[in-house]
């Protein structure tokens, strides 16, 4: 075992011993810092020597099922590295790998951190336009994709290896020259000898953000900004050795790698997968059931979906449960404790970052808050006027005097975008958030989604929490409306929960609850019934219901409406 791997032990070993203890936890946590560190050589191999346990549980649709060892996945991924080195993969090569959740992507990620090579992570519903930007702007040396998307990349330009993972092409590629057929590593040796030392800020990910206001941005992470940086991941969601975990996030967004790579196997904990082409919530709890789910997170998204089924169906609910991606509404939370008696508690974390503020186990939650600070970030609200530090409501910023393993490089290829991001040393989230007098932080909303109304500051999240109180609301979305009087006004974008219909007495219903619980100045003046448009990661785009918004529509309800 090498002194990195030594000293990365040990700060995973002081987090699992005080995961209930906070303060401690907090105020004496020092990140790791080596020098040179390969969570795939240096970690992963050396838990998985001889080890047994099952580290990777995929049970797909029809009940099948796949189940690989720690040992299995070191060996398999070593194979895969041989192979790929054959096939003109090196080091700091860029591969995109886009693939579902299937046993190949995880043997894939260990074998590219051996090679030191590159992985730009893609999930398999880009189209050909979005894919030949990724290509392009990722300098994208090798792709690695399923059989069935194979034809996409007709469309895509460019000189790099193409390899197929399922059988041969599809379609009227099958008979095509040039791709190689994944399938064939598991033949290559299983001895792996590395090339050379990896250096800790060796490049290991770019990912591209989900663009939910502007293009996607590029962003770096390094051998230790990921796989280091989320043992704050870890702590967040409470693992410990021998959990069987379950997140559900698509491959290629940065959640994805969070839950289902680093944070799982930081702890030593199995990783469950349970594969659907349809949501379906009381497969869901059955398949936990099944399979002795302890720890749970999942996106709004999916939590809102979770409590329009009888939550009473999962026999045995996990220890923990957690959900990050956006801010989980109070009603979610409480109708999930109600049911499983587990308080469901949030994180917030960007791609660029590792968790930066959550609700850890242990805690005294406050309702409505995204918690503390994690264990090696120094979190500090910007004044929005003067910039300063200290605020009591501003931008939420890390201190980069205390730099944590757990952020980013930078913005590939956008010097610019980087430093106005790092500008006065302080890494600037973009997001708004308040902190009491006990150093409990709450969410109000993105920079740009904040918006005033006559004059007062309206944060959008705190009007679709209060909607989706009410039982005919599935989801929400708040923006502001142009108004001749008052500059703008809240107007939310509603799907409606089951067995309720959209029409004017449903939005009546729903003006009445927006006057009962919100302040006067904060109410809904305007209504439509529609879907919510979404990135492929499920983020909701609020730049087309701005857009839309201002577009006019002739199927909104307006408050006076009803008077």
């Given amino acids: 075992m090498t002194t990195a791997t030594e000293r990365f032990r040990a700060a995973r070993d002081f987090l699992l011993e005080h995961r209930e203890d906070y303060t401690t936890a907090y105020e004496r946590f020092e990140w790791p810092r080596p020098e040179r560190f ?9 838990i998985a020597e001889g080890n047994g346990r099952t580290a990777l549980h995929i049970v797909e649709e029809d009940g099948s099922e796949t189940r690989l060892s720690f040992a299995e996945l070191s060996e398999r991924s070593d194979r895969v590295a041989n192979w790929l080195r054959a096939r003109g993969v090196a080091a700091e090569d860029r591969i995109l790998v886009m693939l579902g959740n299937q046993a190949e992507l995880w043997e894939t ?8 090579a590159v992985v730009i992570p893609a999930t398999p519903l880009l189209g050909p336009a979005d894919l030949a930007d990724r290509v392009e702007r990722g300098r994208v040396r090798h792709v690695l994709v399923r059989s069935e998307d194979t034809g996409k990349f007709d469309e895509v330009p460019g000189d790099y290896t193409r390899i197929t993972v399922g059988g041969a092409p599809e379609g009227p590629h099958r008979d095509a020259e040039g791709w190689h057929r994944y399938e064939d590593a598991y033949s290559a040796s299983p001895d792996f000898t590395p090339d050379g030392p990896t250096l800790a800020d060796d490049p290991l990910m770019l990912y591209f953000t989900s663009g939910t206001t502007a293009r996607p941005k590029l962003v770096e992470h390094t051998h230790t900004t990921y796989p280091v940086g989320h043992l704050a991941t870890m702590y967040w969601i409470g693992l410990k050795p021998h959990d069987v ?18 944070a799982p196997w930081n702890a030593e904990a199995t990783v469950f997968i349970h594969n659907y082409t349809r949501f379906d919530p009381a497969r869901l709890m059955a398949q936990m059931d099944r399979a002795g789910v302890t720890t749970f997170c999942a996106p709004p998204t999916v939590w809102r979906m979770l409590i329009q089924a009888d939550l009473t169906q999962l026999r045995t609910p996990p220890r923990e449960a957690v959900a990050a991606g956006e801010p989980l509404n109070p009603e979610v939370i409480e109708q999930v404790r109600r049911a499983w008696g587990v308080t469901v508690r949030d994180g917030f974390g960007q791609t660029e970052t590792a968790v930066q503020i959550a609700n850890s186990p242990g805690q005294e939650l406050k309702t409505g808050s995204m918690g503390r600070p994690s264990p090696g970030y120094r979190v500090e609200l910007l004044d929005a006027v003067s910039g300063a530090p200290g605020a009591r409501e501003g931008e939420i910023a890390l201190d980069l005097s205390a730099r944590p393993v757990g952020l980013m490089t930078g913005y590939h290829g956008d010097p610019d975008r980087t430093a106005e991001a790092m500008a006065g040393g302080y890494y600037r989230t973009g997001d708004i958030g308040s902190r009491d007098e006990n150093g409990y932080l709450t969410y109000v909303g993105r920079a740009d989604d904040v918006f005033k109304a006559s004059d007062y500051k309206i944060s959008p999240f705190e009007l679709e929490s209060a909607l ?31 067995g309720w219909e959209p029409g004017p007495d449903t939005a009546k219903v729903l003006f009445e609850h927006s006057r009962d619980v919100l302040a006067p100045y904060k109410r809904l003046r305007r209504l439509e019934f529609a879907p919510l448009p979404k990135t492929v990661s499920g983020k909701i785009r609020r730049i087309e219901l701005r857009e839309a918004t201002a577009a006019g529509s002739t199927d909104e309800y307006r408050e006076e409406d009803f008077r």
Avoid: C, T
């Fill in 468 to 498: 989706l109180e009410h039982e005919a609301v599935a989801e929400a979305a708040v923006v502001p409306a142009p108004d001749e009087l008052r500059l703008a006004v809240p107007k939310a974008y509603i799907v409606l929960a089951e």
């Fill in 38 to 46: 390969n969570w795939a050589l240096d970690w992963f191999d050396a």
């Fill in 245 to 262: 975990h379950l997140n559900i996030s698509s491959p290629g967004w940065a959640k994805h790698a969070w839950s289902n790579l680093f």
């Fill in 109 to 116: 990620a260990l074998a590219a951190m051996k090679l030191r």
